[in-house]
């Protein structure tokens, strides 16, 4: 589904939503903005597939916002509206962007997530809330404890839906699902369709309109991508050499391992670079301080595991850089998307010792396409190395006719 919609006047809403947005300087809605919010104010379920940085998390922020703006839509008592997301980062992350887009608004919103106290949230939801921002762990905590009830939700999101696969969450899920309204409106959002996705689709929405923009499992166009073929031992030194001689001014690292991080942050630390390691090993409280430290550039150089991969809004990033190359190509597409963020430009930068080809290639065949190759003077991998890298990548067509690229059809919807 798309739409041609040049402001956000066009999407019909009203002045105090308008208003924040103008004060966020948002210009004009991305094309998921664009598609979404008129399809929520109506009341549909909405099954989305969107790349990275699209804004989609406005997308559907700023409809509910306005549902709950009419306290008629439900007992001031109950939550009206819950955003399952898969990581505490995200969930923060959405509160914020609430916070901002509802400055005008009396919604009261509340986002709970693990690794903190359960007393505030539990004082918070019992004052009561219309819209909850939560982790599925943490939300069962509450509910198990008769801290919130969710008898009362008319909107549900479940956001990073993969994602929240890939963590272990969607037994958790379903059993939120049960304790809430069949009727109910849901959205969907996704970046790529597992068979598991598929099947909680088919369950949880109705009639689902899809909202697509963009190939699923492909970067945005305004990243810049580059394969530094390196032997392994030799990363580290390259990557400072990188860091030393690019203008490289706001760097995401990822690494597979949280101990990877840690000691690669020392490592960089030596460099004279502002450095910090971002981790599940860190504690709550240092995970928000460091994500506030790189968003104010106090920190140039931020070392993470795929627990940043999805969600993080950081505007400004210039490079990611894949010291370790993901062993999924989806992975790789949600990495490289923390940068070229709402349109800019952005540089993608892999690391790729030999044992790490047949994820390049496995990567190369999903986004259809080859990606640049560079060779640094002193960093050469050895030549057999080096001719495994040319082995090219299939093209579209080809995975469409080996079946790597399957439909899913949610009910009431055509083939896509």
């Known amino acids: 589904m798309t739409t041609s919609v040049e402001t956000f006047t066009e999407l019909g809403l009203i002045p105090e939503l308008l208003r924040a947005v103008c004060d966020a300087k948002y210009t004009a809605p991305t094309p998921i903005q664009a598609a979404a919010i008129p399809v929520v104010l109506q009341n549909k379920d909405v099954l989305g597939c969107a790349q990275t940085g699209t804004g989609k998390t406005a997308g559907f922020l700023l409809p509910i916002l306005q549902r709950l703006a009419d306290p008629a839509g439900g007992k001031r008592s109950h939550v009206r509206s819950l955003v399952l997301t898969p990581t505490r980062e995200l969930a923060a992350q959405i509160g914020e962007s609430a916070r901002i887009y509802g400055k005008y608004l009396k919604v009261r919103t509340a986002v709970v997530f693990g690794g903190v106290g359960l007393g505030p949230q539990t004082e918070q939801l019992r004052r009561g809330v ?3 921002i939560a982790t599925p762990g943490r939300l069962l905590d509450h509910m198990e404890r008769g801290n919130v009830a969710l008898s009362g939700v008319h909107v549900l999101v479940l956001d990073e839906a993969d994602r929240m696969l890939d963590m ?12 809430m309204p069949a009727e109910r409106q849901t959205l969907l959002f ?28 492909t970067p945005v166009s305004t990243v810049k991508q580059v394969i530094y073929p390196v032997e392994a031992e030799k990363k580290h030194a390259l990557l400072s050499h990188l860091l030393m001689h690019g203008k ?10 949280k101990s990877r991080a840690d000691r690669l942050t020392q490592q960089l630390m030596q460099t004279g670079r502002r450095v910090a390691a971002l981790h599940s090993g860190k504690s709550q409280g240092v995970r928000t301080q460091v994500l506030s430290s790189f968003r104010s550039g106090r920190i140039e150089v931020l070392v993470a595991t795929d627990i940043a991969a999805r969600g993080l809004d950081v505007e400004g990033i210039s490079h990611v850089v894949n010291f370790d190359v993901p062993t999924t190509p989806e992975d790789y597409v949600h990495r490289i998307g923390r ?37 640094i003077g002193g960093f050469e991998p050895v030549a057999s190395t080096l001719n ?3 082995q090219p990548a299939a093209s579209r067509s080809e995975r469409i006719a080996s079946g790597a690229i399957r439909s899913f059809t949610p009910r009431g919807q055509k083939r896509w």
């Open 190 to 217: 996704s970046a790529t369709m597992p068979q598991e996705i598929e099947r909680l689709a088919r369950d949880t929405l109705r009639s689902p309109v899809l909202i697509e923009v963009g190939r699923r499992a």
């Open 130 to 132: 219309d819209l909850l």
């Open 168 to 179: 272990g969450f969607l037994p958790d899920v379903r059993r939120i699902l049960r304790a």
């Open 248 to 257: 490289m001014t706001q760097v995401l690292v990822f690494t597979r391992t």
């Open 339 to 375: 940068t070229a963020r709402a349109a800019a430009i952005g540089n993608a930068i892999s690391l790729a010792s030999s044992d790490e080809v047949g994820s390049i290639h496995a990567i190369e065949r999903t986004i259809g396409a080859t990606i640049p190759r560079r060779i």
């Open 388 to 390: 495994r890298f040319k």
